[in-house]
């Protein structure tokens, strides 16, 4: 088992950008781990040289390591809260509310979101969706996606803004139109504002306890007095009283007095 953690993270740092001293070591190590065991890597180095030398492993290491797991309407209460009151809120006396997903992997959230605004007749100011990993953002942008990334989108809905091609399925055009994609760094560049709705979720899991409350304020700067932030169901925001946030249900706070029906 190779032991120079803290150099192969002061590596990829010069090579990659990505600061690993953010991330949770356990879970990161194993991470690498695997992936040494996968690719017959025998240690760090090896894998430190391969992703210097060799442009496509760079490329998917990049990707295995920024976690890009997603799907349309995962975990659909949460969708359901977000369809239900989140956006009659944020949408009242007409305004056009500005909704960023950070950490938007294949951008089957956001594009979740433009179904729902889009079947109840809503128009957003800004759609943005964020990622670090370059390649995961040109597949967004395609909006091209497999079974089972698509397997909660209700049948009649899915007949409605989606074609199938090779196997896949390919959202219209008037949805994708409807989102920005652009790169962002969480850990180092600036946060755009100011929004009604932001979501990030399951990414906090994989940071380290300061960096998520560091990561957290920032959210939190970028949303309008009143604006919702939405976390994975399995993240908790200890003492949002500190970061000026009321929860609202298990994984959505709110910027000010938003207390309302969702409370539970």
Not at 13 to 37: C, P, T
Not at 235 to 252: Q, T
Request: net charge positive; aromatic share 10%.
């Amino acid at each position: 088992m190779p032991d120079n953690y803290g150099l192969l993270k002061s590596r990829l740092l010069q090579v990659l950008g990505i600061d690993l001293n953010s991330y949770k070591e356990q879970q990161m190590r194993r991470r690498i781990d695997q992936w040494l065991a996968r690719h017959n890597l025998k240690s760090y180095e090896e894998l430190v040289e391969r992703v210097r030398m060799d442009a496509e492993h760079r490329a998917k290491f990049t990707k295995y390591l920024t976690i890009n797991t997603s799907q349309f309407f995962r975990d659909q209460s949460v969708f359901a809260a977000i369809a239900d009151h989140i956006l009659p809120a944020i949408t009242t006396g007409g305004n056009m509310p500005r909704i960023w997903s950070a950490g938007c992997s294949i951008g089957a959230e956001i594009y979740s979101i433009a179904l729902l605004l889009t079947e109840r007749g809503l128009r957003a100011r800004e759609l943005l969706a964020t990622d670090i990993d370059e390649a995961i953002l040109a597949r967004a942008r395609e909006g091209r996606f497999t079974e089972s990334e698509v397997g909660n989108v209700p049948p009649e809905m899915l007949q409605r803004y989606f074609s199938e091609s090779e196997h896949q399925y390919v959202i219209d055009a008037r949805i994708r139109r409807m989102v920005s994609f652009a790169r962002h760094d969480l850990l180092r560049d600036p946060y755009p504002k100011p929004f009604d709705l932001i979501l990030c979720r399951n990414v906090f899991i994989y940071f380290t306890a300061d960096t998520q409350q560091r990561l957290i304020r920032s959210f939190v700067s970028s949303l309008r007095p009143g604006g919702f932030f939405v976390v994975g169901s399995a993240e908790h925001i200890m003492d949002p009283d500190a970061f000026g946030l009321e929860r609202v249900s298990y994984c959505i706070y709110a910027k000010s007095q938003q207390k309302e029906s969702l409370r539970a």
